[in-house]
């Protein structure tokens, strides 16, 4: 069954939160829009897939991903002026947050094409919540830079930002990553996050040098967020 347009023309656009680890961290209303659309255009289809039929649900799955997503922009764009309901997700979390979607939903907007958020589990947030930093004011800066010289340029501007800064990392880089931030930032306070909501998740907390030399090899893996301080009075008197 698709969910009625308001206008009752085109179909509608949803982007539908999926869990950053545990599968019990989805709304009702996410699974029941991802089992009343028509398609659910996935990151990874094999992974989405495991998250349906833990629910019962057989909706038909085709890729959307960072690499194809602009060619399939006009076919999507051309099922839902048909009036085809279509759910975009990720493999864990938000779309289009440091994730495929945004080019669709900037798409969609331009064709008038109704687009609807149904929010639900965001890295960002859990990781920012648990991370014991001041949470008033923040700002998601994505993937930092994969070379350590750009990096440390990048390091360097957000440096003098007095709000928390919140970064998402890979594995085999955090440990460079670490050591360009006890480089440039000195002894502020951050946080690690990793496998959040997973069996293993936890969080380490402390300086970049304390956290570094706490990374054991187990704690190289999975997925990381990376929380900073601001640049307080605190912080200036450390630098």
Known sequence: MTPPSPSGDGGKLYLVATPIGHLEDVTHRALRVLGEVDLVAAEDPRHTRRLLEHYGIRTRVTRLFEHNERARIPDLLARLAAGSSVAVVTDAGSPGISDPGFPLVRAAVEAGVE????????????ALQVSGLP??????????????AARRRRLAELGERRETIVAFESPHRIDSTLADLEGVWGERPMALARELTKTFGEVLRGTAAEIRARLTTERRRGEMVLVLGGRTRAARELE
């Open 115 to 126: 687009v609807e958020s149904v929010p639900g589990p965001s890295a960002v947030i859990a």
């Open 135 to 148: 949470t008033d004011a923040f700002t998601f800066v994505g993937f930092l830079p994969v070379k350590s």
